[in-house]
C-alpha cells in the first residue's frame, strides 16, 4: 500500500515540475505565448497523462498553480481559475479516458478547452475586458490545438509503445 501511494505522489510531482518547467521554458523563449488570451501552452499536451494514471489531476493543477505562483506577470485570480481549470480538465480526462471515438479519446481531449474556456475565459473578461465570448474563444482554439496536435502526438506515442502502462503500472 504505502509503495502505490509513495509511487503516486512521485508520479503527480514529477508531471507537476514537468508542467511548471515547460511553462516557464515556452515563455522565456516565446515571451507572452503561454500567458496572454490566445495562449498556446505546449506544456498543456501533458494533460493526456490524465488517461493514463490518476496522478496527473492533480500533478497538473499544481504544476500550473506553481507556474501561475512563479510568473511574475499572473493575474491574482489565476492562482485559483487557471489552477482550477486544469484541475477540473484533467478529472474529466480521466473520468472520460474509456470513450473513444475510433480508439481516440475525442471527449477527453476537449476537457481543457471546455473548462479554461469557460474559466480562464471569464477571468480574462474580468482582467482585460473584450467581452466573455471572445476571451473563451481565445482560449479554446488555443487549447484545441495544443491538444489536438502535440498532445494527439503525445497520446499515441506513449499508447502505441504501451508506455502508459509500464510507466504509470502500480
Known amino acids: ?6 509511487r503516486y505522489l512521485t508520479h503527480a510531482a514529477v508531471i507537476a515540475a514537468l508542467y511548471a518547467a515547460l511553462t516557464h ?4 523563449l516565446l515571451p507572452g505565448s503561454a500567458t496572454w488570451m490566445i495562449q498556446m501552452r505546449l506544456s498543456e499536451a501533458l494533460c493526456v497523462l490524465a488517461f493514463f494514471t490518476p496522478a496527473a489531476v492533480p500533478g497538473l493543477a499544481v504544476g500550473c498553480l506553481v507556474f501561475n505562483l512563479t510568473f511574475s506577470a ?14 477540473l480538465a484533467a478529472q474529466g ?16 481531449m476537449v476537457m481543457p478547452a471546455l ?5 480562464v475565459g471569464w477571468e480574462l473578461a474580468v482582467y482585460v475586458g473584450g467581452g466573455f465570448l471572445i476571451n473563451a474563444f481565445y482560449v479554446a482554439l488555443g487549447e484545441l490545438a495544443v491538444l489536438l496536435v502535440p ?4 497520446y499515441f506515442a506513449l ?11 502500480g
Open 151 to 154: 498532445g494527439s502526438i503525445v
Open 115 to 119: 473548462f479554461n474556456a469557460l474559466l
Open 1 to 6: 500500500m504505502n509503495i502505490s501511494r509513495t
Open 159 to 169: 499508447k502505441r509503445r504501451d508506455f502508459g502502462r509500464t510507466l504509470f503500472a
Open 93 to 108: 480526462m480521466w473520468m472520460t479516458r474509456n470513450v473513444t471515438i475510433r480508439n481516440y479519446p475525442l471527449p477527453g
Open 74 to 87: 499572473a493575474l491574482p485570480l489565476d492562482f485559483l481559475v487557471g489552477s482550477l481549470a486544469t484541475l
Open 25 to 28: 521554458l515556452q515563455n522565456l
